[in-house]
């Protein structure tokens, strides 16, 4: 089936530990997203890729990297320099960045313990 | 001002009335809308999408859309306790970034 698969589901973290979230799609789509959500908030973005070896900074990228080595994987570093890491992660895809629709990853939860 | 306001609810409608959603934005060159569903603790889940002013309709939902007042809304009909989610509206400037709600919670009761 095709579909974005995230892993791990849970994560939980020690402050000043880095770790990484894992994006997989087989969709075929170029571009992808990560995007951040705490409780009561909308959906925040943190980076985008529109095509491999090639991303931009969303609108609360700092202590977070990603890569883009291949089309189909798109992982997020969370380092120990975001302060307050404690969120649900969502990665998304979409054909193109234009007016295409979004489709979204089951999510990630990464908790700092 | 936010890029994208909806009223946070709960919004509380009996089973089987119409559930009537409500998005307003601020940038007037928004040209793509989007109506996602979110089950706590899941992911968003695409309902709808309108481009153009007026009404879409796909099944029980129908979304319309009035680039004039710069409102986007989300009509479900027949509203079933299965509905009772987090309605998240996301907004879109030609290639720009897609800028999200913060949701408005539903509740349907039996």
């Known amino acids: 089936d095709g579909g974005i698969t995230q892993s791990p589901k849970y994560l939980f973290r020690k402050e000043g530990q880095n770790v990484t979230l894992s994006c997989e799609q087989n969709l075929n789509h170029d571009a992808m997203y990560w995007y951040r959500q705490d409780p009561g908030q909308g959906l925040r973005l943190i980076y985008y890729s529109q095509i491999v070896n090639d991303f931009q900074k969303g609108d609360i990228a700092e202590g977070y990297s990603v890569s883009r080595e291949k089309k189909e994987s798109f992982p997020l570093t969370v380092t120990s320099a975001q302060k307050n890491p404690t969120a649900f992660y969502l990665c998304?895809?979409?054909?193109?960045?234009?007016?295409?629709?979004?489709?979204f990853g089951e999510g990630s939860w990464l908790t700092v313990v | 001002q936010k890029e994208v306001e909806q009223n946070s609810g709960p919004l509380s409608v009996p089973e089987g009335a119409i559930a009537s959603l409500n998005c307003t934005y601020s940038d007037r060159g928004s040209q793509s809308f989007f109506w996602y569903r979110q089950y706590s603790g899941k992911s968003p889940e695409l309902i709808m999408s309108i481009y153009s002013n007026g009404d879409k309709e796909d099944g029980r939902f129908t979304a319309q859309l009035n680039k004039a007042s710069q409102y986007v809304s989300l009509l479900i009909r027949d509203s079933q306790p299965s509905d009772s989610a987090t309605y998240l509206c996301a907004v879109r400037r030609g290639f720009q970034k897609l800028v999200f709600g913060t949701g408005t919670r539903l509740l349907v009761s039996p």
């Open positions: 998304a895809s979409s054909i193109s960045t234009g007016g295409n629709t979004i489709y």
